[in-house]
């Protein structure tokens, strides 16, 4: 245990950077987060790289939007570049947004949207949304969705938009599904599928994120012993580029960013494994 320790904070200095936060823009957001408390708490917490990422749909993109949706779009997350007042030398702030992949077809962002963004994060997990990222019939059904996780893994790196995604916000981790599911689809999904899935990602130069989000209150060792464990060591074998995000929805949460420090010594990386965009 003492081991752990010391070797998980050799790798906090490979913490230098979140670039998946949600501020009060994002309306699913828990607490009040303002983008200059964010910009505080990176400072004292040493990151060099600090990026927003409110959930977005571009209205250039013509889709059954549910409400959540078409209530975010660009002209409204963007309005986090006026709310920044707290002046910064230390950190470098990032503008993006963390949109949408439905139905393992639609993306919620056209190329000029993209163009403006200095990042942009998709998830394909964000299944919780039945009907609108995935056919309810699929959920509660590892076989179905564990397939469909793969089909739109992949068809985010066969996307003819591919090379605007910075990375795939936490892949293959289903969204507010308890552990046990969770670890029941990594458990579905071979490590060759696995293996196809981060070979197409580093062939279209896309980012793997480590999202903190899930493990938030788990400690090293039950970090270590989750089957996620599985599927970013096979990320990693496939020589996939990865990013830092915490997907704080709330100031309280940023702190989730420590966590990535005992990821990385698990799965064995370092910051030279890193996205060129955090480097
Ligand atoms: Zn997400
Ligand atoms: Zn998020």
Redesign the pocket.
């Known amino acids: 245990m003492k081991e752990n320790m010391s070797e998980d904070s050799n790798y906090r200095r490979y913490v230098d950077h979140d670039i998946?936060?949600?501020t009060h823009l994002?309306l699913c957001c828990h607490e009040a987060g303002i983008a200059d408390t964010y910009i505080k708490d990176a400072e004292k917490r040493g990151l060099r790289i600090l990026g927003f990422?409110d959930?977005m749909w571009d209205n250039k993109i013509n889709y059954p939007l549910t409400d959540f949706y078409k209530a975010q779009d660009y002209e409204h997350i963007i309005q986090i570049k006026s709310e920044i007042s707290e002046k910064t030398d230390k950190l470098k702030i990032l503008i993006g947004a963390?949109t949408e992949f439905c139905m393992a077809d639609t993306l919620g962002i056209s190329e000029s949207c993209a163009e403006k963004l200095d990042f942009v994060?998709v998830?394909h997990s964000h299944t919780h949304m039945l009907d609108f990222v995935m056919p309810k019939e699929y959920d509660n059904n590892i076989e179905k969705h564990s397939d469909y996780l793969v089909k739109s893994f992949m068809a985010l790196c066969r996307h003819p938009m591919r090379r605007y995604i910075t990375a795939i916000?936490?892949p293959f981790v289903p969204i507010c599904k308890k552990s046990d599911y969770c670890e029941r689809i990594y458990e579905a999904i071979s490590d060759n599928t696995f293996t196809e899935c981060f070979d197409a990602a580093r062939d279209a130069n896309i980012g793997i994120e480590i999202?903190t989000?899930w493990c938030r209150k788990l400690t090293h060792d039950q970090i270590a012993a989750s089957g996620y464990m599985r599927v970013l060591k096979l990320a990693a074998k496939s020589g996939c580029k990865f990013s830092l995000?915490s997907?704080a929805?709330g100031l309280s949460e940023l702190g989730t960013i420590e966590k990535a420090a005992d990821i990385m010594q698990i799965i064995g990386i370092t910051d030279r494994d890193f996205i060129s965009l955090v480097k």
Request: aromatic share 0%.
């Open positions: 998946h936060t949600h994002s990422s959930h963390e994060l998830p916000a936490h999202n989000s995000g997907d929805h």
